[in-house]
């Protein structure tokens, strides 16, 4: 549906489940600055290999429970049999998840590439058909701008992502990117293809450049070298949360005046810049944090 005035879009953030007593606070401040932009859903990452499986679920119920917003829990394939992947999907949903992002997941440590476990799922296409047939979630996948590294080609990867939508999946979430026309020309592509559901652009406010260009490279997203200069030059007037902001609000903004309905920020658990993105676009306070107890 289309925006009836310029604030009004979809909203999500993307956080990872903490790993200590101080990590954890961090967590649940980062949550509830967000959380009063009344977004759609937020959601909880799985570790590489699904090392925080305990933690990321505890850490859904927590959300699920206390917070006004509903919450996705990622799910991946990895070091996981059929049936304990769908446990932890059922545990989602006793615990009041009501969405899953479904992943094939990164490969254990120490393994070059992704082995199924014996008894697990053979890649995301048999997790989301899993997923699908318990009709108990809407179902979101990762979708790639830049085509994901282990693709044969970007048809492939396209005709990839088109294979989730058939298989079950509700929407996509797209991997960073810093142009507009990154996504743009993904949309187009994805058009011409015939997928007609939903891809929600992902945004990666930047914290740090130096950090967010070696991320980058391993997530195969290419930085364009104005950046490089714009960043440099920032660095030396000591300017570089202005510019960080400032690019952010831009991206998102042209993403909005081209269609784009829902915005999805990848937090890193630190809510400061993408709030103040959020108040740039003029997105303003809506709910309190914590649900009112019953």
């Given at each position: 549906?289309?925006?009836?005035?310029?604030?009004?879009?979809?909203?999500?953030?993307?956080?990872?489940?903490?790993?200590?007593?101080?990590?954890?606070?961090?967590?649940?401040?980062?949550?509830?600055?967000?959380?009063?932009?009344?977004?759609?859903?937020?959601?909880?990452?799985?570790?590489?290999?699904?090392?925080?499986?305990?933690?990321t679920r505890s850490a859904v119920g927590v959300v699920a429970q206390n917070y006004s917003c509903d919450v996705a829990g990622h799910l991946t394939c990895v070091g996981?049999?059929?049936?304990?992947?769908?446990?932890?999907?059922?545990?989602?949903?006793?615990?009041?998840?009501?969405?899953?992002?479904?992943?094939?997941?990164?490969?254990?440590?120490?393994?070059?590439?992704?082995?199924?476990?014996?008894?697990?799922?053979?890649?995301?296409?048999?997790?989301?058909?899993?997923?699908?047939?318990?009709?108990?979630?809407?179902?979101?996948?990762?979708?790639?701008?830049?085509?994901?590294?282990?693709?044969?080609?970007?048809?492939?990867?396209?005709?990839?992502?088109?294979?989730?939508?058939?298989?079950?999946?509700?929407?996509?979430?797209?991997?960073?990117?810093?142009?507009?026309?990154?996504?743009?020309?993904?949309?187009?592509?994805?058009?011409?293809?015939?997928?007609?559901?939903?891809?929600?652009?992902?945004?990666?406010?930047?914290?740090?450049?130096?950090?967010?260009?070696?991320?980058?490279?391993?997530?195969?997203?290419?930085?364009?070298?104005?950046?490089?200069?714009?960043?440099?030059?920032?660095?030396?007037?000591?300017?570089?949360?202005?510019?960080?902001?400032?690019?952010?609000?831009?991206?998102?903004?042209?993403?909005?005046?081209?269609?784009?309905?829902?915005?999805?920020?990848?937090?890193?658990?630190?809510?400061?810049?993408?709030?103040?993105?959020?108040?740039?676009?003029?997105?303003?306070?809506?709910?309190?944090?914590?649900?009112?107890?019953?």
């Amino acid at each position: 549906m289309p925006r009836t005035k310029p604030t009004d879009f979809g909203l999500s953030f993307e956080f990872f489940p903490p790993k200590s007593l101080e990590a954890s606070f961090k967590l649940w401040s980062a949550i509830e600055t967000l959380s009063v932009f009344d977004p759609d859903f937020v959601s909880m990452t799985y570790g590489a290999g699904g090392t925080t499986r305990d933690i990321t679920r505890s850490a859904v119920g927590v959300v699920a429970q206390n917070y006004s917003c509903d919450v996705a829990g990622h799910l991946t394939c990895v070091g996981a049999s059929r049936s304990e992947t769908l446990a932890v999907a059922e545990e989602y949903a006793e615990l009041g998840a009501t969405q899953i992002v479904a992943l094939r997941g990164d490969p254990e440590q120490g393994s070059g590439s992704f082995v199924p476990h014996p008894d697990g799922f053979g890649g995301v296409l048999e997790l989301i058909e899993a997923l699908a047939s318990l009709n108990k979630f809407k179902i979101r996948v990762a979708a790639y701008p830049h085509t994901h590294p282990e693709a044969a080609s970007a048809d492939a990867d396209i005709n990839a992502l088109k294979a989730k939508f058939d298989a079950g999946a509700d929407s996509a979430i797209t991997q960073f990117f810093f142009e507009k026309d990154d996504f743009l020309f993904f949309r187009d592509r994805c058009d011409k293809a015939g997928i007609t559901q939903k891809i929600i652009p992902g945004i990666l406010p930047i914290e740090n450049w130096s950090k967010t260009r070696l991320f980058s490279a391993r997530c195969g997203t290419p930085t364009p070298d104005w950046m490089d200069h714009a960043f440099a030059n920032a660095k030396g007037k000591n300017v570089e949360r202005l510019l960080s902001t400032a690019l952010c609000t831009e991206l998102c903004d042209e993403l909005l005046c081209e269609g784009v309905e829902d915005l999805h920020f990848y937090t890193l658990n630190d809510p400061s810049l993408t709030q103040d993105v959020c108040h740039a676009l003029g997105r303003e306070q809506r709910l309190p944090a914590l649900r009112a107890a019953s």
